[in-house]
C-alpha cells in the first residue's frame, strides 16, 4: 500500500466544524487529485493540481479547499460550508510523461455527526 | 463537459460465465479511457486502459473494445471467478486537456456466483 498514502482512515466532526484530510504521495508525481465518492455512486472530482503552488476547481468544488505547497503533498480541507460531506473520499497522483494511470490512495471515510 | 454513463448497475452471473460492462461518453475528444475495479472499502485500482487509436485490447480474461464512432467502450470479462466479484467503475479523458481530468462513470456492482 505504500506510493499514495491517506489519513486518517475514519473521520468524524461535528456539523459546523472543518476538517482537513491529509494525502501524501513519494511517486513524484507532479498532479494530484481529490475525488468524492457517495455509496452506490461514482468518483466526483473536487480539486486537482498539476504542479505545487497551483490547483484547480473540479466538478464539486464549493465547500471544499485545498494547498499545494509541496510536490508530495495535497491536503483537503471540508468546511462547514459544505452542505452534506459525509462520504468517502479518495486521493490520487499521476505522473505527466505521456499518458499514464492514475493511482489512488486508501481513501478516509467522513462521518459528520 | 463530459459526461459518462455506465450500465448496468449490477450484474450478478455465475462462476465460469462471461461479464459484460458497457460506458458510453459524451465528449468526442476522449482519447483515454480506463477502467478500474474497487473492491469493498479499497481504493480503485487500474485493471486495463484503452487509448482512442486501438479498438481492442486484451489482458488475460480481461478485453476492453472501444467504438469511436459509438462513442461506447466496454468491459468484457470471461471465464468470472469468485475474486472478480468487485465494483467496477469506467473513465473517460482527454489526455491533451488541461489537468488529464478522468469523468467516471456511476460503477457497476459485480457479483460472481460460486
Known amino acids: 500500500d505504500g506510493g499514495i498514502t491517506q489519513s486518517p482512515k475514519y473521520l468524524f466532526r461535528k456539523e459546523g466544524q472543518n476538517v482537513t484530510l491529509s494525502c501524501e504521495q513519494n511517486l513524484n508525481h507532479d498532479a494530484m487529485y481529490w475525488y468524492r465518492q457517495d455509496p452506490g455512486q461514482g468518483l466526483r472530482l473536487i480539486y486537482y493540481s498539476q504542479i505545487v503552488n497551483d490547483f484547480q476547481k473540479g466538478d464539486i468544488a464549493e465547500g471544499y479547499s485545498v494547498s499545494r505547497e509541496k510536490k508530495e503533498s495535497f491536503p483537503l480541507t471540508v468546511t462547514s460550508a459544505q452542505k452534506n460531506p459525509t462520504a468517502f473520499y479518495l486521493c490520487a497522483s499521476r505522473g505527466t510523461s505521456g499518458i499514464s494511470e492514475q493511482f489512488f490512495g486508501p481513501g478516509t471515510r467522513l462521518t459528520v455527526l | 463537459g463530459e459526461n459518462v454513463e455506465q450500465h448496468p448497475s449490477t450484474l450478478s452471473v455465475q462462476e465460469g460465465d462471461s461479464a459484460v460492462i458497457k460506458c458510453t461518453y459524451s465528449d468526442s475528444a476522449s482519447n483515454y479511457f480506463p477502467w478500474y475495479k474497487q473492491e469493498l472499502g479499497k481504493r480503485p485500482q487500474l485493471i486495463i486502459d484503452i487509448r482512442s487509436n486501438v479498438g481492442e485490447k486484451k489482458d488475460q480474461r480481461i478485453a476492453v473494445t472501444l467504438n469511436k464512432t459509438a462513442k461506447h467502450f466496454s468491459l468484457h470479462i470471461t471465464e468470472t471467478q469468485p475474486e472478480d466479484s468487485a465494483v467496477y467503475f469506467c473513465?473517460?479523458?482527454?489526455?491533451?486537456?488541461?489537468?488529464?481530468?478522468?469523468?467516471f462513470g456511476g460503477g457497476t456492482r459485480v457479483l460472481v456466483k460460486p
Open positions: 473513465a473517460a479523458s482527454n489526455i491533451g486537456a488541461a489537468g488529464n481530468k478522468l469523468t
